[in-house]
């Protein structure tokens, strides 16, 4: 439940991204210093022609899916919902700490929400990461 909460809070921060970086939002809040505007108007805020935020929005909802769909009952006892979580949730990680070097050493901006994005990844992948170790030690699951 708890990758599921946190996907659930990147998916608003990611939509709340998209929908500045679409032109939906006049303008950004992040405390004044005006570097998440620089960041996402930034041309690295783009991939392949689609907003990186996009990407945001499809990856934590697919997270959400997966999460909530390993607590129906007959998934309780299987892993497999658990590896994907783990699986996807750490390409999400090396997507982050990817997008965080820009930050850092090409666009010289911090945005209190990718920092916040990069967090909650980091958390779906740890709690993901250790629901998979409790598979491994309890026989029979």
């Known amino acids: ?3 599921a909460v946190l996907a659930l809070v990147g998916l608003l921060v990611s939509t709340y991204l998209l929908l500045f ?3 939906v939002l006049g303008s950004i809040v992040c405390g004044g210093s005006g570097d998440c505007e620089r960041v ?3 041309s690295w805020a783009v991939l392949f022609g689609v907003p990186v935020a996009a990407y945001g929005v499809a990856g934590y909802l697919v997270l959400m899916v997966v999460a909530l769909v390993g ?3 007959r998934w309780l006892r299987r892993a497999e919902p658990t590896r994907w979580l783990v699986v996807l949730s750490g390409i999400g990680v090396l997507f982050a700490i990817y997008l965080t070097y820009l930050e850092a050493a090409v666009i010289h901006a911090w945005c209190r929400w990718c920092v916040t994005s990069a967090t909650l990844i980091t958390l779906i ?3 993901s990461l250790a629901g998979a170790r409790g598979f491994r030690r309890e026989p029979g699951r």
């Open 1 to 3: 439940m708890a990758v």
């Open 21 to 23: 970086k679409l032109g």
């Open 40 to 42: 996402a108007t930034s």
């Open 71 to 73: 607590l129906g009952e």
């Open 125 to 127: 992948f740890a709690t």
